[in-house]
């Protein structure tokens, strides 16, 4: 496993950071996501054959946020 840490721009509410949490979570190889709205950022366990940044960055732009 390993783990990244994105910065996320748009996030608002708590709302916001559930959103990108389920996003981030449904992706296959991805074991555990921490989203902060305070720090604006995510941490993310994953295993790095199966998932990674890219598919990241089109998670949680497809949820209408911003990597930063
Ligand atoms: Mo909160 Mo975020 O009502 O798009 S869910 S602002």
């Known amino acids: 496993m390993e783990e990244i840490v994105i910065g996320i721009g748009g996030m608002s ?3 916001c950071v559930k959103n990108v ?3 981030l ?5 991805v074991e555990r996501v921490e ?3 305070e720090a604006a950022r995510a941490t993310i366990v994953f295993d790095s054959q ?3 940044p890219a598919q990241f ?3 949680v732009e497809g949820a209408g946020f ?3």
């Not at 979570?25 to 190889?29: E, I, S």
Request: hydrophobic share 40%.
């Open 13 to 15: 509410c708590q709302g």
């Open 21 to 23: 949490t389920g996003v």
């Open 25 to 29: 979570q449904a992706l296959p190889g």
């Open 35 to 37: 989203v902060s709205l």
């Open 50 to 52: 199966r998932v990674g």
């Open 57 to 59: 960055r089109d998670a």
């Open 66 to 68: 911003d990597i930063v």
